[in-house]
T-cell receptor, first 118, second 123 residues
Framework: AQTVTQSQPEMSVQEAETVTLSCTYD???????LFWYKQPPSRQMILVIR??????QNATENRFSVNFQKAAKSFSLKISDSQLGDAAMYFC???????????????FGQGTRLTINP | GAVVSQHPSWVICKSGTSVKIECRSL??????MFWYRQFPKQSLMLMAT?????????EQGVEKDKFLINHASLTLSTLTVTSAHPEDSSFYIC???????????????????FGEGSRLTVL
């Protein structure tokens, strides 16, 4: 079974600075998807960024980028120019590439609470 | 974008009663829906996977008779917490996966879309 580990329960950063959230995972599959989700106080899950394992290029979405190290099974999220609205819980998640029943579920890490200091 | 709506967003009930939570995909067909449970300051734990027209697949440790899941149509899945007790109080979140053949979603990457969540408080 796949597992996702986020070793940083809490992180804080000054507004406008850059912060990196860590995530490692374990899988025996060679093809899969990795995601970062944001959960603000409203608790609505918001997709921040996704990465297909077969792509070597790291995904980027505006101020958000990832450092995907497949061999190391590491998938960190970098937030540049942090804004107050970035404050939230961030979850790293894994999903199999298989389309068979049951394989499409997301496996979440424990989450990292990010605080932005003004 | 794809929208998943959950109702109710917050429900309070007495111990021993049953509560039904609905999860609807508003603008796409959801062949698969997932129900998660989230305790305060914790991660999302998958409870079950439901596929339209078939029985739900429950994760280990989840009581299928306690948490009844029905996915009767391509746009609706329901979670019924039967004989609720205070320990069932939690935040329940559904997510839906679109059919890869649904052309209304462009691009359609089979991504999962989340509902707003439902907070259940059992007194």
């Amino acid at each position: 079974a796949q597992t996702v580990t986020q070793s940083q329960p809490e992180m804080s950063v000054q507004e406008a600075e850059t912060v990196t959230l860590s995530c490692t995972y374990d899988t025996s599959e060679s093809d899969y998807y990795l995601f970062w989700y944001k959960q603000p106080p409203s608790r609505q899950m918001i997709l921040v960024i996704r990465q297909e394992a077969y792509k070597q290029q790291n995904a980027t979405e505006n101020r958000f980028s990832v450092n995907f190290q497949k061999a190391a099974k590491s998938f960190s999220l970098k937030i540049s120019d942090s804004q107050l609205g970035d404050a939230a819980m961030y979850f790293c998640a894994y999903r199999s590439h298989l389309i068979i029943q049951g394989a499409q579920k997301l496996v979440f890490g424990q989450g990292t609470r990010l605080t932005i200091n003004p | 974008g794809a929208v998943v709506s959950q109702h109710p967003s917050w429900v309070i009930c007495k111990s021993g009663t049953s509560v039904k939570i609905e999860c609807r995909s508003l603008d796409f067909q959801a062949t698969t829906m997932f129900w998660y449970r989230q305790f305060p300051k914790q991660s999302l734990m998958l409870m079950a996977t439901s596929n339209e027209g078939s029985k739900a697949t429950y994760e280990q440790g989840v009581e299928k008779d306690k948490f009844l899941i029905n996915h009767a149509s391509l746009t609706l899945s329901t979670l019924t917490v039967t004989s609720a007790h205070p320990e069932d109080s939690s935040f329940y979140i559904c997510s839906a996966r679109a059919s890869l053949f649904d052309i209304r979603l462009k691009p359609n990457t089979g991504e999962l879309f989340f509902g707003e969540g439902s907070r259940l408080t059992v007194l």
